[in-house]
């Protein structure tokens, strides 16, 4: 399975209510039972297969930055089956991994789930076509067929913004093939991933970020409860810390946690990995990210989010993003 397939399942997760509103109940009572020791065991949870879109975190568990703050860190990869909102939610992780948009949308479900980093100021999703097709912007895309997951946010706001209504929506399914042998199709990806795996199948290609639409919600936006910061804001601290600084340190060296992703995920080449690695650094080290560091937040980009959400119609109108994030653990420059 593709690893885009990620943001269907998260998708999937938070725009299915009964997925996660019961588990929402459990956090309560499984925090009235944790108890943090002087080297409190804390545990964080990917959002996908281990890659270098989560290189810092995997930096700072193998060269030890977790360690030095004090904390007895655990990381998990993540996987199509895994929904990271209800673990954290629920308390089975301290930490979790997902899109700013997901945040949102369970929180719209009363689920007390709180931004604390923003791994990626830029979405490094793009839609993708065959080099050489009329296509040169999102506008162009109509009467192609879109290789898409319906479920994803994105894709109806493109379609309310640039009237793709003549698009022919395909379902994506994670599979490249359809797109390869299917010469005016677009397809969604990364652009981490995707076009280095289609230029090493000799297909030329040509894709825009979905950035550029305006849509551009915080990407690996690492999460915890309302709960967890306000009894242990030292722990929440701690882990910020030591988060940025393994991606301070990732940039300068890929190579410690480049052997730990190989070693979790053996499909990850070293080729893909240095790729991905180079594509994602201006994603992760602009923006505001440039001025106040890694992992910085502003209020007007979740409003700007909140708000596109309601004019797709997955957020009721007057939605107030207060509470759904915090600025208060990063480091700054």
Known sequence: MNRIMRRVFA???????SSITLLAGEASAAFKHKKYQT????SQVMN???????????????TGLYQKMGLNMKTDQGG?????????????????????????????QGIPVVAIFAVFQTDPQVL??????????????????????????????????YHLDQAQQMQYTGSLVPFIHSPNAVIQGFVTNEPWVLKNKGVKVQYKLIADSGFNPYQNVLFTTEEEIQKHPDI??????????GWRHYFKDPGPAHAQIKKLNPDMS??????????EKPLIQGGDAQVHGIGYMTKARWQQLAKQLEQVGLLKPGFKVDGAFTNQFIPQK
């Open 39 to 42: 080297n409190p065991s804390v």
């Open 80 to 108: 199509p089956q895994v929904s990271t909102v209800p673990l954290v939610a629920s308390g089975k992780y301290t930490f979790g991994m997902a899109s700013a948009d997901t945040i949102l949308l369970a929180r719209a």
């Open 270 to 279: 070293p080729a893909l990995m240095h790729f991905a690695w180079e594509q």
């Open 11 to 17: 998708g999937l997760t938070t725009l299915a209510a």
């Open 236 to 245: 929440v601290a701690k882990y910020v810390k030591a988060s940025q600084q």
């Open 128 to 161: 993708i076509w065959h080099a050489g097709q009329p296509i040169h912007g999102f506008s162009d895309m109509n009467g192609h067929p879109v290789y898409v997951s319906s479920a994803s946010p994105y894709w109806k706001y493109l379609v309310l913004k």
């Open 48 to 62: 996908w297969f281990a890659e270098p879109e989560e290189g810092g975190q995997f930096d700072a568990q193998v």
